[in-house]
Nanobody
Framework: QVQLVESGGGLVQPGGSLRLSCAASGSISLISSMGWYRQGPGKQRELVAR???????TTADSVKGRFAISRDNAKNTLFLQMNSLEPDDTAVYYCNARAALTWRNYWGQGTQVTVSS
């Protein structure tokens, strides 16, 4: 089993920055890739960014050039650096981990990001 705990969400003004963290614990060796998803008001869940065990990244077109995903393998922590935030970025952000072989997905509890004046 894998447990994921997000932190770093909050209220920021348009144009501001925020850094999200996701701490993983449990059977870390099962994880093949990790990512960030978000669900805004009245919207479906969407992929924000993913990173594989080899370090390759995928970023959604809506956040390219503004968001960056990274990881600290020694501390089993995933990060999402968010810059130039816009009101449309307002959402609950979820950390995700995918297990190898079974492709089972693990999810964190989510952290709220609100971009508003």
């Amino acid at each position: 089993q894998v447990q994921l705990v997000e932190s770093g969400g909050g209220l920021v003004q348009p144009g501001g920055s925020l850094r999200l963290s996701c701490a993983a614990s449990g059977s870390i060796s099962l994880i093949s890739s990790m990512g960030w998803y978000r669900q805004g008001p009245g919207k479906q869940r969407e992929l924000v960014a993913r990173i594989t065990s080899s370090g390759n990244t995928t970023t959604a077109d809506s956040v390219k050039g503004r968001f960056a995903i990274s990881r600290d393998n020694a501390k089993n922590t995933l990060f999402l650096q968010m810059n130039s935030l816009e009101p449309d970025d307002t959402a609950v952000y979820y950390c995700n981990a995918r297990a190898a072989l079974t492709w089972r997905n693990y999810w964190g509890q989510g952290t709220q990001v609100t971009v508003s004046s």
